[in-house]
């Protein structure tokens, strides 16, 4: 079928067509020249009347032409060349030539092009749901992942199928689950294994307690007392008497004992309130009795560290620790040479609330080594996927490290703007649809696929929580239920007797 036909200057990337039917933005063509059959995507579409043009003021005259002059409305589009169809989509070295023919691309082609080795099935076209979409799934855990998306999107669903299509792959996927929509997550193709957010103290270095503690750098006699009491400290865990479960209430007894002394250093009570001031923001952190969370971790499972009931500030603790003991122990396995250890701790990483726990102009630990795994984890099998409905509060530096994106519906024009400078195969036409596409609908990008896509995500199969609430009906059921019970105990009271 003919879409239309180039007009104007082409160039190597696009070339721009008018047509006398509509095509649909998203749609594949091809256009063939100089003995090559080349994609394109249509990325942009206007439609237009000569005789309507914007300069005339007068309503009666538009209102008369608009009858007379249908025939002269024009359909003008533009493609964006993918590559040559019969060579591994290698971009062309000729332009098209001005009057050729752009068809719509076969099914079969298209079929062709989504095959890859391991596929992770993320929906259909929206403009063919006869053809499924397919990515690559190494280039998503090696290379990282967005997924972006203003709220009620789709991201959610999108996440789900996500992670139930890599457990099929046996991939040992952990959630940052800030909202604790995960814990009872069901999934077709694995089960979920869900880690409580604790670490215990024996795997914490001095320095990410040191930080807790907000000990500052240049503060040499405070650090001597606080390191004292931390060795003191992680030899009675070790030892067994401790009276306490808080590893800061041993650390603070510790040195409340030795500010006793007659003669003690007055820092030592400068130490005290800084460890107090911590103990309320994270005396539930610490449990000498639970494992290293590394190793509570589970291949073919979604292991869910539910974040729901902590902080921001206890969030962001768990996430660097976890995140610099996988990178920490990839490395030593890399290092060591045993390329079956470094590929056994592979680790896929999802964090919801990116935004939250790696902020665009705010420092934080969590943000730090978030950063160092998207720079750093594709090297030792640590792959990074961001979530966040707030793109614009993301930080900069760890989304362009993101070299796959699925984004689903943006409005907010900053949002959009964050995306493109983070993103180089994001292009001013692909951006400009993202306000229009409906729920569920996705531009999927990166190297996890030949060329850019919009995409029908298809619908989560399993069971998970976090969907919108139904506020509305549970009152009306609430009154129904308080109605019916004022007419049970009338009837009960009619029944022994009594009159009202």
Not at 53 to 75: C, H, L, V, W
Not at 147 to 160: E, F, P, Q
Not at 209 to 238: D, W
Not at 310 to 315: I, R, T, W
Request: glycine share 6%; net charge negative; with cysteine.
């Amino acid at each position: 079928m003919v879409v239309g036909i180039c007009v104007g200057e082409t160039s190597l990337t696009e070339v721009t067509f008018i047509s006398d039917k509509m095509p649909q933005v998203g749609e594949y063509v091809t256009i063939e020249y100089d003995g090559k059959k080349v994609l394109g995507m249509i990325e942009n579409l206007v439609r237009g009347n000569d005789a309507l043009n914007i300069d005339i003021n007068d309503f009666k005259a538009i209102r008369q032409i608009s009858k007379i002059g249908a025939e002269d409305n024009y359909i003008r589009g533009k493609v964006k060349i993918l590559g040559d169809v019969n060579d591994n989509l290698k971009l062309p070295r000729t332009p098209v030539l001005p009057g050729t023919e752009i068809k719509l691309a076969d099914a079969e082609i298209l079929k062709e092009i989504f095959k890859v080795t391991n596929p992770i099935k993320l929906g259909a076209l929206v403009n063919q749901s006869d053809v499924e979409v397919n990515v690559e799934a190494n280039p998503i855990l090696s290379r990282h992942l967005a997924i972006l998306a203003m709220t009620g999107a789709g991201k959610s669903n999108t996440v789900a199928v996500l992670i139930d299509q890599l457990l099929g792959y046996s991939v040992p996927v952990f959630i940052f689950d800030m909202h604790g929509e995960y814990k009872d997550a069901e999934f077709p193709n694995g089960n979920v294994n869900v880690i409580k957010p604790k670490i215990n103290p024996q795997y914490m270095t001095f320095y990410e307690i040191k930080k807790l503690v907000n000990i500052p750098s240049n503060g040499y006699i405070q650090e001597r007392h606080f390191r004292r009491a931390f060795k003191k400290a992680k030899e009675m865990l070790s030892d067994g008497v401790a009276h306490t479960n808080n590893f800061l209430q041993i650390i603070y007894d510790i040195l409340e004992a030795d500010s006793q002394v007659e003669g003690s250093d007055k820092q030592i009570v400068d130490v005290m309130n800084k460890i107090d001031d911590s103990m309320d923001r994270y005396s539930n952190l610490f449990d000498q009795y639970t494992g290293n969370i590394l190793t509570s971790i589970k291949k073919a499972h979604a292991n869910v560290l539910d974040l729901s009931q902590v902080d921001e500030s206890v969030a962001s603790v768990l996430v660097s620790h976890i995140l610099r003991n996988s990178l920490q122990r990839s490395k030593n396995a890399a290092h060591s040479g045993n390329k079956k250890e470094l590929l056994d701790n592979s680790i896929f990483f999802i964090l919801e609330e990116a935004h939250i726990l790696a902020p665009n102009k705010r420092d934080s630990d969590s943000k730090r080594w978030i950063q160092r795994v998207a720079r750093e984890g594709r090297k030792f099998g640590l792959g990074l996927c961001l979530v966040s409905q707030s793109p614009k509060t993301v930080d900069h530096d760890a989304l362009s490290q993101m070299n796959n994106m699925i984004i689903l519906r943006l409005v907010e024009p900053e949002d959009q703007r964050h995306v493109q400078s983070a993103s180089e195969s994001l292009s001013q036409d692909l951006i400009n649809q993202l306000p229009s596409l409906n729920v569920g609908e996705a531009i999927v990008l990166g190297l996890m696929t030949r060329v850019p896509t919009l995409v029908k995500i298809d619908k989560f199969k399993g069971r998970r929580h976090g969907d919108d609430m139904d506020i509305v009906s549970h009152f009306i059921n609430s009154q129904k239920d308080d109605e019916k019970e004022i007419d049970d105990l009338e009837d009960e009271l009619l029944d022994m007797g009594y009159d009202y």
